[in-house]
């Protein structure tokens, strides 16, 4: 069966300072994988997406995400965090064309 | 419309009652999906369609939960009897297609209270 797995809940950085959320994921087929963010009160917006190109996937924002087969991890990193950032984060998979997983999702909070 | 819609945004019924939510796709987007997001948890997959037709309906809950895209288009995701443990934020989301390469463009939810 597949799985996401979000290794952190809440993530709390200093503006200015980077950014890193985790993501494991399992399947038995390769899957493509996503990172969403979601405003409060807003719908998800996808930030990028991996679908077996490159393994370095930039995305928007200034965010980007490396694939790693060998520890089937997808995490997500940007440099320099800003407060407009502070949102939850989702990492998705999908496998056999439809089905869709959601991670738990991990909440950034960026300090000032 | 330029994104996907939903309606109502918010719906606070009583157990028993039956619900009807409604979704409004990005114009030409062949596939449609329902999602279930509990507070503190990421969404979870209810049901999905190309076109009209329901292709997988595995992640509905029981059989309380339907839901239909008679048209091709909009789509009603109907919950019969509900009960308190429905409360949720409902999602729909469209695609041009329904591979792994398609993008899916969400909705704003339908938050769904059951008192």
């Known amino acids: 069966a597949q799985s996401v797995t979000q290794l952190d809940s809440h993530v709390s950085v200093s503006e200015g300072t980077p950014v890193l959320l985790r993501c494991n994921y399992s399947?038995?087929?390769?899957?493509?994988l996503f990172w969403y963010v979601q405003h409060p009160n807003k719908g998800l917006q996808l930030l990028l997406k991996?679908?077996?190109?490159?393994?370095l996937v930039k995305g928007i924002n200034g965010f980007e995400a490396e694939f790693k087969k060998s520890e089937t991890s997808f995490h997500l990193t940007k440099p320099s965090a800003h407060m407009s950032d502070a949102a939850e984060y989702f990492c998705?998979?999908?496998?056999?064309?439809?089905?869709?997983?959601f991670g738990a999702g991990t909440r950034l909070f960026v300090k000032a | 419309g330029a994104g996907v819609s939903q309606s109502p945004r918010y719906k606070v019924t009583k157990r028993g009652q039956d619900v009807a939510l409604r979704c409004d796709p990005i114009s030409g987007h062949v596939s449609l999906y329902w999602y279930r997001q509990a507070l503190g948890q990421g969404p979870e997959f209810l049901t999905y369609?190309?076109?009209?037709?329901?292709?997988?309906k595995s992640g509905l809950p029981n059989d309380r939960f339907s839901a239909e895209r008679p048209e091709g288009s909009i789509s009603t995701l109907t919950i019969q009897r509900t009960e308190q443990r429905d409360s949720a934020m409902y999602r729909c989301?469209?695609?041009?297609?329904?591979?792994?390469?398609?993008?899916?463009?969400f909705g704003p939810g339908t938050r769904l209270t059951v008192t």
């Open positions: 989301a469209s695609s041009l297609n329904s591979g792994g390469l398609y993008e899916q463009y």
């Open positions: 998705v998979a999908r496998t056999g064309g439809f089905k869709t997983i």
């Open positions: 991996y679908t077996s190109a490159a393994t």
């Open positions: 399947s038995s087929y390769s899957p493509s």
């Open positions: 369609f190309n076109y009209e037709a329901q292709q997988d």
